[in-house]
C-alpha cells in the first residue's frame, strides 16, 4: 500500500537553533500534505495545510514564522522548526491525501522532537 | 467548524470479548469517516474507512457502521487480540479538506 515516510523520526537539538522535519509520499503524488502536533496522550492538532506550489494554510494559534512549511514537490512537504524552545518538544506528524488513490489519507511515522 | 466527539476514553475488554467505540460528527456536510489505530511513539495507520453513502463496511474482524441521520458512526473489532491494543481515533472530513479527529480511545485487551 502508499507509504508516507518521515524523517527525522527523532531528533534532540538544542534551544534556540532550528530544525527541519521531511515527509515523503513514497509512491504517489501528494498535493496535499498535513502536519499535526501531538502532546502525550492526547489526540492529533492540525497545525497547518500543505499545498503544492503554494502558501499553506495555518490553523489559528499557529505561529507560521515559527512552524515554516514547505511542499516543493508532489512528494515532499517540510516542516521547519525555527529558533526551537524546549515547550516545541513534541511529536510532530505528517499526513499525505493520495487523490489518485481513491482520496485516502496516509500518515507518516511521527518525529519526536527533543529541545534541550 | 465540525466537532467530533469520541467515547469512551479508555475501554478494557477481555480476549475473545468485541470492542466497539463511538463518534459522534456534528456537521452534516462531512462525507469521509476513516479509523486509525495508533500505537506507543508511532503514526497513525488507516484501518478502515467507510464514506457517507454506505451504511456499514466490513474487513474481517473490524467493521464500521455510519448513522448519517444521527451523524454519528462506531468501530466494531470482534475477537479482540492483545495486539488490538492501542489508542484508536476517529475522523471526519468534508471533501479531504480538514480531518477533525476525536479524542482517542485507548483500548486495552486482557489475554
Known amino acids: 500500500g502508499a507509504v508516507v515516510s518521515q524523517h527525522p523520526s527523532w531528533v534532540i537539538c538544542k534551544s534556540g537553533t532550528s530544525v527541519k522535519i521531511e515527509c515523503r509520499s513514497l509512491d504517489f503524488q501528494a498535493t496535499t500534505m498535513f502536519w499535526y502536533r501531538q502532546f502525550p496522550k492526547q489526540s492529533l492538532m492540525l497545525m497547518a495545510t500543505s499545498n503544492e506550489g503554494s502558501k499553506a494554510t495555518y490553523e489559528q494559534g499557529v505561529e507560521k514564522d515559527k512552524f515554516l512549511i514547505n511542499h516543493a514537490s508532489l512528494t515532499l512537504s517540510t516542516l521547519t522548526v525555527t529558533s526551537a524552545h524546549p515547550e516545541d518538544s513534541s511529536f510532530y506528524i505528517c499526513?499525505?491525501?493520495?487523490?489518485?488513490?481513491?482520496?485516502?489519507?496516509?500518515f507518516g511515522e511521527g518525529s519526536w522532537l527533543t529541545v534541550v | 467548524g465540525e466537532n467530533v466527539e469520541q467515547h469512551p476514553s479508555t475501554l478494557s475488554v477481555q480476549e475473545g470479548d468485541s470492542a466497539v467505540i463511538k463518534c459522534t460528527y456534528s456537521?452534516?456536510?462531512?462525507?469521509?469517516f476513516p479509523w486509525y489505530k495508533q500505537e506507543l511513539g508511532k503514526g497513525p495507520q488507516l484501518i478502515i474507512d467507510?464514506?457517507?453513502?454506505?451504511g456499514e463496511k466490513k474487513d474481517q474482524r473490524i467493521a464500521v457502521t455510519l448513522n448519517k441521520t444521527a451523524k454519528h458512526f462506531s468501530l466494531h473489532i470482534t475477537e479482540t487480540q492483545p495486539e488490538d491494543s492501542a489508542v484508536y481515533f476517529c475522523?471526519?472530513?468534508?471533501?479531504?479538506?480538514?480531518?477533525?479527529f476525536g479524542s482517542g480511545t485507548k483500548l486495552n485487551v486482557k489475554p
Open positions: 475522523a471526519a472530513t468534508y471533501n479531504f479538506n480538514k480531518f477533525y
Open positions: 499526513s499525505a491525501l493520495d487523490r489518485g488513490g481513491g482520496n485516502t489519507i496516509y
Open positions: 456537521d452534516s456536510a462531512s462525507n469521509y
Open positions: 467507510i464514506r457517507s453513502n454506505v
